[in-house]
């Protein structure tokens, strides 16, 4: 028996632990699944197919049990078409995302797992990781949320992984927790996935149990809980929209480290429900994200076969719901002021069409003074990653990356969707995270 079976299914878990009637009512009920439409067809529309993403979308839909194999099979190739290209240039949360996207539900992909030795490439990247934070200060090749998702994958696979190593690394002391001295929520969550993945396979006895180590686990996981919960905003979210999935994943499999009143599950559903009517998860990977969720699974679910029978089952898309009407001959300007900030700020003025994206404005101020705006992205799963401005570029070991603001705040998109207002002013700012 794998760990999987110690905990009883999320149904159970209600049943004992929070009064039924909460739990039943904290997962989209059948006949509201129609409000997940907009989820499922960002994550199939065939202008995302290609790109480095696949992996996240075909885990989010085997979880909730989506069994149309016309959908299934060409995410499934193309992840393994991006093992082949990119192979141990994938990194560790790359990498493990393509493992549990692989092997969840027991399907015949999962000997791609082991025909191609994911495991011992993953267990080689943990190490590489944890090399690189010894020569850097602390700082990872990648960031936290990769190591839990690391952990999270060998775990689940029964690679291999010291449990006491983990329990130095996740102390909620820990500097990669923070950006900016902010908690992050989304690398919180993952860490308290991949925590309680490795609690259950110590309490199993599928790893040899040390009490010391089981015990600073479980501290971790009880003060991660808590700065979790620290994080509730009104309305519900945890953090932000978009890391309101993962934190109640985190909740959901960790019900014994807060109480009821804690929290409150039907408003944060309510609360995510209503923003994907208003269009929040237009990106592939945030409804990737916020899917599994909805329907009350976890990655925990990974390894429980059976879970992914039930779910959405053969719930059938509706097709593309019309693009929403935008007047086709207005094609009328914004203007907006843009500034470069590394000491010296260096600030323009550019017009664009409305609607445009933070992205227009960049190129636009490109092509006025290329020295002084020029900058470069990288392709991510959340679409264009800045990662140069004026040459100089981002790196992890010194924790600095350009950080996009608007009005004072940091922004909560990226410059691939983050929409800009007329009078708006916008900066991308040199900073250390
Ligand atoms: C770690 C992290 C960072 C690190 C990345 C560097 C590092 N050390 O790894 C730092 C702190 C620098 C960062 C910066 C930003 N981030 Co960030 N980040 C994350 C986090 C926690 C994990 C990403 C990850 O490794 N995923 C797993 C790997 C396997 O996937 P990956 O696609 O290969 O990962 C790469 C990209 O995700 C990229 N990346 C990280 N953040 C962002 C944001 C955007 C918009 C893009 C396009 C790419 C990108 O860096 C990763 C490592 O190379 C996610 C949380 C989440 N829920 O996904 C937020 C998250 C993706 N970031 C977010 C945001 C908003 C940003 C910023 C735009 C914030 C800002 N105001 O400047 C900037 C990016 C600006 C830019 N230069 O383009 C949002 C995106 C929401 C959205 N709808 O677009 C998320 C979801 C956090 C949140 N809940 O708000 N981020
Ligand atoms: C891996 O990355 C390095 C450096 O970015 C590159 O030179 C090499 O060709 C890549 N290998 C593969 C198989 O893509
Ligand atoms: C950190 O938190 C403060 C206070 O909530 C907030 O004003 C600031 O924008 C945050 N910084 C970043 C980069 O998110
Ligand atoms: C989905 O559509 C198919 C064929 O159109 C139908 O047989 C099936 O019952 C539908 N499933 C659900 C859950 O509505
Ligand atoms: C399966 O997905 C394809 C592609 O999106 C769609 O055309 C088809 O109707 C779906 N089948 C069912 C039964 O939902
Ligand atoms: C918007 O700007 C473009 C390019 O500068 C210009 O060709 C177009 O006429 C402008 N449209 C309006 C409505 O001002
Ligand atoms: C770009 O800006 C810099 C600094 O303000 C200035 O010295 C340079 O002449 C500008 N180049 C162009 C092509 O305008």
């Given at each position: 028996m794998g760990p999987s079976h110690l905990l009883p299914s999320l149904a159970l878990l209600c049943f004992s632990l929070i009064p039924n009637q909460v739990?039943?009512?904290?997962?989209?009920?059948?006949?509201?699944?129609?409000?997940?439409?907009?989820?499922?067809?960002?994550m199939t529309d065939s202008k995302y197919t290609t790109g480095s993403h696949s992996a996240d979308i075909l885990l989010s839909l085997r979880l909730v049990g989506l069994q149309n194999q016309t959908l299934i099979q060409p995410l499934s190739q193309q992840v393994k078409k991006e093992v082949r290209r990119k192979g141990l240039n994938l990194s560790l949360g790359r990498l493990a995302l393509v493992t549990l996207a692989l092997g969840a539900c027991q399907t015949p992909d999962e000997n791609f797992i082991h025909d191609n030795h994911l495991l011992g490439h993953l267990e080689n990247k943990l190490q590489a990781e944890i090399g690189n934070m010894k020569a850097h200060d602390g700082s990872p090749l990648t960031n936290y949320f990769q190591l839990s998702l690391g952990i999270l994958a060998l775990c689940l696979f029964h690679g291999q992984y010291s449990t006491t190593q983990v329990a130095e690394l996740f102390a909620p002391e820990n500097k990669n927790y923070y950006?900016?001295?902010?908690?992050?929520?989304?690398?919180?969550?993952?860490?308290?996935?991949?925590?309680?993945?490795?609690?259950r396979g110590l309490i199993n006895g599928q790893t040899k149990t040390d009490k010391k180590d089981?015990?600073?686990?479980?501290?971790?996981?009880?003060?991660l809980v808590e700065k979790l919960l620290s994080e509730k905003k009104e309305g519900g979210l945890i953090g932000n929209t978009f890391s309101t999935g993962i934190a109640v994943q985190a909740l959901f499999i960790a019900p014994h480290y807060y109480k009821e009143r804690d929290w409150n599950c039907r408003q944060t559903l309510d609360t995510i429900l209503r923003e994907i009517s208003q269009?929040?998860?237009?990106?592939?990977?945030?409804?990737?994200?916020?899917?599994?969720?909805?329907?009350?699974?976890?990655y925990l679910d990974v390894s429980r076969g059976s879970s992914c029978a039930s779910g959405l089952g053969n719930f059938n898309i509706s097709g593309h719901e019309p693009e929403?009407?935008?007047?086709?001959?207005?094609?009328?300007?914004?203007?907006?002021?843009?500034?470069?900030?590394?000491?010296?700020t260096y600030s323009t003025t550019?017009?664009?069409?409305?609607?445009?994206?933070?992205?227009?404005?960049?190129?636009?101020?490109?092509?006025?003074?290329?020295?002084?705006?020029?900058?470069?992205?990288?392709?991510?799963?959340?679409?264009?990653?800045?990662?140069?401005?004026?040459?100089?570029?981002?790196?992890?070991?010194?924790?600095?990356?350009?950080?996009?603001?608007?009005?004072?705040?940091?922004?909560?998109?990226g410059v691939g969707s983050y929409v800009v207002h007329d009078g708006e002013s916008l900066e991308i700012r040199w900073s250390k995270y």
């Open positions: 739990c039943k009512t904290c997962e989209v009920s059948e006949e509201n699944y129609f409000r997940l439409n907009p989820l499922l067809n960002t950006f900016h001295g902010n908690f992050s929520v989304d690398t919180g969550a993952m860490a308290v996935l991949a925590l309680m993945c490795v609690k089981l015990r600073s686990i479980d501290e971790h996981i009880q003060s269009g929040a998860f237009t990106t592939p990977i945030a409804a990737a994200q916020i899917l599994p969720t909805l329907v009350g699974k976890t929403p009407t935008t007047p086709p001959n207005s094609p009328s300007n914004i203007t907006v002021h843009f500034s470069v900030k590394i000491r010296e550019v017009t664009v069409p409305k609607g445009s994206v933070f992205l227009a404005v960049m190129e636009e101020a490109q092509k006025k003074n290329e020295t002084v705006f020029g900058f470069t992205v990288e392709q991510s799963s959340w679409g264009p990653y800045v990662t140069s401005v004026q040459g100089l570029k981002a790196n992890n070991n010194d924790r600095t990356y350009w950080e996009l603001r608007s009005g004072g705040r940091s922004l909560s998109q």
